[in-house]
């Protein structure tokens, strides 16, 4: 292709392109009607953000969608915002902005490829199948000479899948290693084959941590597609912003994201509830993908021993396996994952800084912390749940 004829626009809403040419770019392995690798940089999803009020004026996240197109057809994309703090990102870059302003400079705003709240690897480099090579090129390009050209600190691009990591590596953006805990599917038949892999003390604490969770007093229902309703979303609502004050300080999605994901994306979402008397108590909400089931949010009115790590750990692993998935992604942090099968797994991100001196110093923090990360993954995955023969399989 003739890179001279590529043309890169800025988009401030969604609506100005069609979900068919975004998810050409996005989603193409879903053309013929299966599921999206994963649902997040689906048209759909950012758009109930940006409609839902989640995203746009007055949140922090002012939608820049990065677009390029070759004789009049999309061939790239990219979900990018103009960020005037560092929150719901789940990649920290706090003690940079602190450093850089400490110094007199000016970090915000700064420049996000990524899918808001969201701590789950994906492409956020979308590109048309058969037009990689220019099309990666194309966007990393079109985003750094946009960060210059408005003078801002900084691009980033967040929980980016390890082949864009290498891609945006070579063409001369930095690489952040960090890491998340992933419970991998080793073809296990049903939950009991999946217990016989731990050790047998471990064995003995999940089913001891299930026992007490499901004696609650109620029943656990796990509903996706047609059998969600409009008032699981008000229970789920009560939950979401209880969590969400405790650990934000407000909560990240708006009500109305809610309601419209319901009416867009109802097939892309498993929702777990802890019900008394036909009355949810608790609850945790995961997205299905092709490959992978990510648990998203939990919240509670009653507390009780152990049902967040029944609702949002084990009726996971019980889903993913009966849908065939591959894995479970449990969202950010949490070493208590570890204890209940979930390992840890490298994360990526890529970074531009257009003051060179600050550049140099964030590329010896990172060279440093990659190390780090890749000790601390070694160290902890001898920890794990895991029979060590069984261990030594899934690396």
Not at 11 to 31: F, G, M, N
Not at 254 to 267: L, P
Request: net charge negative; glycine share 8%; with cysteine.
């Amino acid at each position: 292709m003739d890179q001279a004829r590529i043309e890169i626009q800025v988009l401030e809403s969604l609506s100005q392109i069609a979900a068919k040419d975004w998810d050409a770019c996005a989603c193409p392995e879903a053309a013929e009607g299966g599921r999206p690798l994963d649902p997040f940089t689906t048209h759909r999803f950012l758009l109930a953000l940006e409609q839902s009020g989640s995203v746009g004026r007055g949140t922090g996240w002012q939608p820049q969608y990065l677009t390029a197109y070759q004789d009049g057809q999309l061939i790239a994309c990219a979900p990018l915002y103009a960020k005037s703090h560092s929150q719901g990102e789940y990649i920290f870059d706090h003690n940079w902005a602190h450093a850089y302003e400490q110094a007199g400079g000016r970090y915000y705003p700064k420049l996000q490829i990524a899918v808001p709240f969201t701590p789950a690897t994906g492409r956020r480099l979308l590109v048309r199948p058969g037009a990689e090579g220019i099309g990666h090129s194309a966007l990393v390009q079109g985003a750094v000479q946009l960060a210059a050209d408005n003078h801002v600190s900084s691009l980033h691009v967040t929980f980016c899948t390890e082949e864009e990591a290498q891609i945006g590596s070579e063409i001369g953006l930095m690489s952040r290693a960090t890491q998340q805990y992933h419970w991998l599917n080793d073809d296990y038949a049903d939950f009991d084959d999946f217990l016989a892999a731990l050790s047998s003390r471990k064995r003995k604490t999940l089913r001891k941590e299930r026992r007490q969770a499901q004696a609650f007093g109620g029943e656990i229902t796990c509903y996706t597609g047609a059998d969600l309703r409009p008032e699981h979303w008000d229970a789920f609502w009560e939950f979401y912003q209880d969590t969400g004050s405790r650990k934000w300080g407000s909560p990240y999605l708006s009500r109305a994201f809610f309601d419209i994901a319901h009416e867009v994306m109802a097939d892309d979402m498993l929702l777990v509830l802890a019900e008394r008397d036909g009355h949810p108590v608790a609850g945790a909400l995961n997205f299905i993908g092709r490959e992978t089931l990510y648990g998203r949010y939990w919240g509670c009115i009653e507390h009780h021993p152990f049902l967040h790590f029944e609702l949002c750990y084990y009726q996971a692993i019980e889903q993913a396996i009966a849908m065939g998935l591959k894995r479970v992604e449990a969202g950010a942090q949490g070493e208590h994952k570890l204890a209940r099968g979930y390992l840890p797994t490298q994360t990526h991100s890529l970074h531009w800084i257009g003051d060179p001196g600050f550049a140099d110093a964030v590329q010896r923090y990172l060279e440093a912390e990659r190390a780090a990360v890749e000790e601390e993954i070694e160290i902890l995955t001898d920890y794990g749940p895991f029979r060590k023969a069984q261990v030594e399989e899934q690396e």
